[in-house]
């Protein structure tokens, strides 16, 4: 089933078309990559799911209906453009965030408490934000957008800001939310993460939606249905590109049969989602 | 509009700002300078009227020196022995003001000749009283010269002494006695007061929403509660904020001008009554009469200050100050809100506040001259147009403003709040979202018209 449901939604600013007839599925407790070149219309659509900016047309449904404004509650949303009030307190900034989203005091506390025990950061309760490095203050801005457990968490550039201890330390975080049933909008430019963390991707560029559908899907349609096989001989090594049989075994069963051939590798050869993107954007321009 | 997010909107921006160390001391340190500034003058006229100037007497007529008694404002010390060079060559040594000449009796014309010297000249008020003494021994003597019997006393009852008070009518035909100088002064204080308050406080807002788009935390808040929610959650803790300094400087100022007033005798000087004075007056003989007229109105004077400061209707002008301020305030803090969303730091606002403070030193400027002239044309259409009516009417009321006026000028305030109010909610939320851009008025408008 789909959490978000988006029915040619359209975005105008005065004369310039932000999002032109975008029509796409989220589908519940998965990874969702939104990916598009800078100013393709990814933050527009992101702001138009969490309702703070209106669609000029179309709809966005949640879980099977119109999206309300009483839905934003399950929705846990880390901007690009993040930040926090610097001269607040890091505990008291939490709790009011936490409450804005419809948690009671006590929830709000009792949840964060357990937040500040996971990331081993309790002593900084009482620490004022401008107090802390933009690591820290990452953290404490990951932790107030999940903290009011949301059923659908939204991304923009999560890892940006984090060295890579931290960064790591969000992935496992944001696994563990998929585990235990959230969505998750990724949006991010770093196709290493997309191809590791996403298990469905949507692409946007100029506006428009490019391709939606499963990474691995997307990766083989994009691919030339090879295999790569390497292997030893008395003249040395080889590497062949060959393309895969319908049974995926029959070469791979010639190679064995043959005397004095040592078999180094095998594997199926997807294109990386670097290209991918980077061959619809250009194929956009022309 | 989700009351509950805007509760928790309002509560953090008050608790934020009233926590803060600026906040408390502004709030007592303003009504301690303000009372101690009134205390001082207070203090200070009051003590210019006891300081007595001594005026040394050399009278060569032998008429006049019984008429020169001492009183508060002067004392006379005899020196008719002295030749007068001698006394006018020691003045400072025996710590004399001045010297008084009194030539020899012309018999004949059945006058004196009369000269003050002194190192500093005096003021009019004292060598007004000294010559009005000097003609009282001179009509006293030609009087006498008549030998008609009783007649010092048929001239003591015939002597009027009449003080003319001022009152205003009141609609109901209440008179209270009224001062106009108490009016403009009230006038002008509450006038600036309110142009400070709308000022300060609007400014206030501008830089908070300003705070919240330069570090970013903006778009965080908007994906939990609405723009307007956000805007006006900050504009009403803010309110909030203004309300809680005012009340705590009226009860404070109040608290201090009492206490402190109590400890000087301020009270036991107010509470005389011209006419109770007169009456203990008539006791007095004539030649001290005179002496006193300077003194009594000038005290009567500050006894019509006083009562007209006491007949002040404290509860209107207070509720119609906060009226005011709450929906001048509104208006202007909502535009300062949408000024404050279109840019990401203060240096930035210079030019797209031009607008807002343009119209509120012209509001400033018609008040000024609505204390000199409260019914004049510009002060009235000041009073009603929205944009300075605020600051305007708030200093044309201690004069009195029909009833219709108020409420003509409370509406339309009222109207022109709520439209600008929706107006700038909708370039609020598309300006707290645009980042890079230094934006324009056109951009403003772009927004108004896109959302």
């Known amino acids: ?286 | 509009m989700n009351w509950k997010t805007i509760g928790i909107i309002i509560s953090r921006e008050y608790l934020n700002k009233v926590k803060k160390k600026s906040f408390i001391w502004t709030t007592l340190l303003v009504p301690i300078l303000v009372a101690g500034l009134t205390i001082g003058i207070m203090v200070a006229v009051m003590n210019t009227k006891e300081k007595t100037k001594a005026i040394a007497v050399v009278d060569r007529s032998g008429i006049v020196l019984p008429y020169l008694t001492d009183s508060e404002t002067i004392s006379f010390q005899d020196f008719s022995a002295m030749p007068l060079d001698s006394v006018k060559n020691n003045l400072s040594v025996m710590s004399l003001d001045g010297v008084l000449s009194i030539g020899p009796l012309d018999s004949l014309e059945k006058t004196v000749s009369a000269d003050l010297y002194s190192p500093k000249p005096f003021g009019m008020e004292l060598t007004d009283n000294v010559n009005s003494r000097i003609n009282r021994a001179v009509e006293d003597y030609r009087i006498a010269s008549y030998h008609i019997e009783g007649l010092d006393q048929i001239l003591k009852d015939v002597k009027a002494n009449v003080h003319m008070r001022s009152y205003t009518l009141g609609e109901d035909g209440e008179e209270k006695i009224s001062e106009a100088g108490v009016y403009s002064i009230l006038s002008m204080i509450l006038g600036i007061f309110l142009f400070l308050f709308i000022t300060l406080f609007g400014g206030m807002v501008m830089s908070a929403v300003i705070e919240e788009k330069a570090s970013r935390v903006v778009e965080v808040l908007v994906s939990s509660v609405k723009a307007t929610e956000l805007m006006f959650g900050k504009i009403i803790g803010i309110a909030l904020v203004a309300l809680t300094q005012f009340l705590l400087w009226l009860v404070l100022s109040a608290a201090i001008i009492g206490i402190g007033g109590a400890a000087i005798g301020f009270d036991k000087l107010g509470g005389q009554n011209p006419s109770e004075m007169v009456t203990s007056m008539s006791g007095v003989d004539a030649e001290q009469l005179d002496a006193m007229t300077a003194q009594l109105s000038d005290e009567s004077e500050l006894s019509v200050v006083l009562s007209t400061l006491r007949n002040l209707p404290y509860g209107q002008l207070i509720g119609l100050f906060l009226i005011y301020f709450i929906f001048g305030y509104l208006l202007y803090a909502s535009m300062f809100a949408a000024i404050g969303s279109a840019v990401e730091n203060e240096g930035d606002t210079q030019q797209l506040q031009l607008p807002l403070t343009i119209p509120l030193m012209l509001a400033y400027i018609i008040a000024l001259y609505a204390f000199r002239a409260p019914d004049s044309s510009i002060a009235f259409w000041g009073s009603i147009i929205p944009f300075t009516s605020p600051i305007v009417m708030i200093s044309r009321l201690p004069f009195g403003v029909p009833a219709w006026e108020i409420i003509l000028s409370v509406v339309l305030l009222i109207i022109t709040f709520v439209i600008f109010a929706w107006a700038s909610a909708k370039i609020y939320k598309v300006g707290i979202l645009m980042f890079g851009k230094k934006s324009t008025w056109k951009d403003l408008w772009k927004w108004f018209r896109q959302s």
């Open chain 1, 1 to 286: 089933m789909a959490i978000i449901e988006c029915k040619n939604v359209c975005k105008n600013f005065g004369e310039k078309v932000a999002l032109d007839h975008v029509s796409l599925e989220i589908p519940e407790g998965r990874i969702f990559g939104l990916l598009g070149p800078n100013g393709a219309g990814k933050t527009t659509l992101i702001r138009i799911i969490n309702r703070i900016t209106i669609p000029t047309d179309g709809e966005v449904w949640f879980n099977g209906r119109p999206i309300t404004q009483a839905d934003v509650e399950k929705i846990g949303y880390m901007p690009e453009e993040r930040g926090l009030y610097r001269k607040m307190k890091v505990g008291e900034q939490a709790m009011y965030l936490a409450r804005l989203k419809g948690m009671s005091t006590r929830d709000a506390q009792q949840a964060l408490k357990e937040w500040f025990v996971r990331f081993g950061i309790q002593s900084w309760w009482d620490k004022k934000v401008e107090e802390l490095s933009k690591g820290m203050a990452q953290k404490l801005q990951f932790i107030t957008t999940v903290v009011h457990k949301p059923s659908l968490m939204i991304l923009d550039e999560p890892f940006s800001g984090f060295d890579p201890v931290n960064a790591e330390l969000i992935r496992q975080e944001i696994l563990r939310l998929k585990e235990e049933g959230a969505t998750i909008i990724l949006s991010t430019h770093n196709m290493e993460s997309v191809e590791e963390l996403c298990d469905d991707i949507a692409l946007i560029n100029k506006s428009r939606l490019v391709i939606t559908g499963g990474v691995e899907q997307i990766r083989r349609d994009y691919g030339n249905n090879n295999v790569e096989l390497v292997w030893t001989d008395a003249e040395g090594r080889h590497t062949e590109v060959l393309p895969r049989e319908t049974d995926g075994t029959s070469t791979l069963r010639t190679f064995l049969e043959k005397e004095g051939v040592q078999i180094n590798s095998y594997k199926e050869l997807m294109p990386r989602m670097n290209d991918i993107f980077i061959k619809l954007v250009t194929e956009g321009e022309e």
